[in-house]
């Protein structure tokens, strides 16, 4: 069975532990790029919610599994709110299967 794993920062992540997901705090972008290595070479981790805040810091990193299967990095907003990198994500992935920018 496939895992479900939340990493950001503690005060974002930690309501998702009630849900039974694998949830990971981490102080810093530094520590969290470590965890997000961890868990996708684990072969365990299918999905990753990582907070928008780590993501903005970290866009190499997410671009090297943006093209692979497992794990499917999905951007969320962490405790201080949106930036926007998540849904533009999704909107670029749904024109490149679309083939149009439908949203």
Avoid: C, W
């Avoid at 920062?9 to 694998?22: I, N, P, T």
């Amino acid at each position: 069975m496939y895992k479900i794993a939340v990493l950001g920062d503690r005060e974002s992540v930690m309501g998702f532990k009630a849900l039974g997901l694998d949830v990971h705090s981490a102080e810093s972008a530094a520590e969290a790029r470590k965890i997000l290595h961890h868990l996708a070479r684990d072969g365990e981790t299918a999905i990753i919610y990582l907070t928008e805040q780590y993501a903005a810091e970290m866009p190499d990193e997410i671009a090297k599994y943006k093209e692979q299967v497992m794990p499917a990095i999905i951007l969320i907003p962490g405790k201080a709110g949106s930036l926007g990198i998540g849904m533009e994500n999704i909107k670029d992935s749904v024109e490149r299967a679309v083939g149009a920018d439908i949203l």
